[in-house]
């Protein structure tokens, strides 16, 4: 009877959890985000004039190899210039996020490898699940947040992300931006903190990193010293405004990151440019201590204040 009384209990709480979530204006980080107008003619970054790039037959991604077993696939037309990652082992391979959903990414990968493909989003902000639907395999976190985020998004909630200021260059044949729209996905498996995905020879570890969302998640490769960092952290504007974003936890989990620099040889994040130093993670740490102590200045970004940074900056409410 005990027992039937507290699952009773948790499922209301979920409940709860999911209604207040659906209060929150949709999908905000997809609403009126600054936009730099210049961003388009700074491409292609020069940065990777120095990776190894790998051919494909794609117009939309961009993809370079990091290491052995380890694909960053880059979309450089969209403002978000977001970036997923493919990790391969010897038994399956794991699809960290798999983009904004303008690109056919399950075509792209199924040329990349032939193993079976698992997918862990590094949180659910729409410009990191948009092709999550073409795949079966799907990790993620047992959250209210990524429940509600699970269910895709209308046209009406991403249309932002799709106007012409905000894509570069030619879109892929198909593709209407008036119509764009993200269908749902299921999640198949839940993951928790410390949980380790065995890929064959390819360990990953999972870090609950929540702060920029509730879902917020890195993984952690000990053997070859990598950490895919997500939104946690990136070259650029970082941004921490939006209804979701908790900066207490924030704050715990790039104090958290911060302690594993000794540990690491490269961070991968996900956003902009596929490598940065791992001491870019105690940068971080101490930049956002100045931005709570009000010791860091700032400039006026329309609603918001714009902190910057020797290669980052942080975007937080007024």
């Not at 985000?33 to 210049?38: F, T």
């Not at 990953?204 to 946690?232: I, Q, S, W, Y």
């Not at 104090?255 to 540990?263: C, M």
């Not at 740490?285 to 931005?291: L, S």
């Amino acid at each position: 009877m005990i027992r039937k009384i507290l699952r009773l209990l948790s499922l209301l709480t979920f409940l709860h959890s999911s209604f207040l979530l659906g209060q929150l204006s949709s999908r905000p980080e997809a609403t009126n985000e600054p936009l730099r107008p210049e961003w388009c003619k700074q491409l292609p970054r020069s940065g990777y004039a120095g990776l190894e790039r790998v051919s494909t037959d794609s117009t939309w991604f961009e993809v370079y190899r990091i290491r052995p077993g380890v694909f960053a696939i880059y979309e450089p037309h969209q403002y978000e210039e977001v970036i997923s990652y493919l990790i391969t082992g010897s038994k399956r391979a794991l699809l960290f996020d798999t983009g904004i959903g303008i690109g056919d990414m399950r075509a792209l990968v199924s040329k990349l490898t032939n193993l079976p493909i698992e997918v862990l989003n590094s949180h659910t902000h729409v410009d990191h699940i948009g092709d999550d639907w073409q795949f079966h395999n799907i990790l993620g976190m047992r959250s209210a947040y990524t429940q509600l985020n699970s269910r895709g998004a209308s046209h009406e909630q991403v249309r932002e992300m799709v106007l012409a200021e905000r894509l570069c260059g030619d879109v892929p044949a198909g593709f209407d931006a008036q119509t764009h729209s993200i269908p749902g996905f299921k999640i198949s498996h839940y993951v928790k903190d410390g949980e380790t995905i065995d890929l064959g020879g390819h360990k990953l570890e999972v870090l609950l990193t929540p702060g920029h969302t509730p879902d917020a998640l890195c993984l952690l490769d000990r053997m070859n010293k990598l950490l895919f960092t997500g939104d946690t952290y990136y070259p650029g504007p970082i941004y921490l405004y939006v209804p979701d974003t908790d900066v207490a936890a924030y704050t715990q989990s790039v104090e958290r990151l911060a302690k594993l620099v000794s540990q690491l040889d490269l961070l991968l994040p996900s956003h902009n440019f596929p490598e940065a130093k791992p001491e870019m993670l105690v940068r971080l740490k101490e930049a956002f201590q100045k931005t709570r102590s009000g010791s860091a200045a700032s400039v006026p970004s329309g609603d918001l204040r714009e902190y910057k940074f020797d290669g980052f900056s942080l975007v937080m409410a007024k």
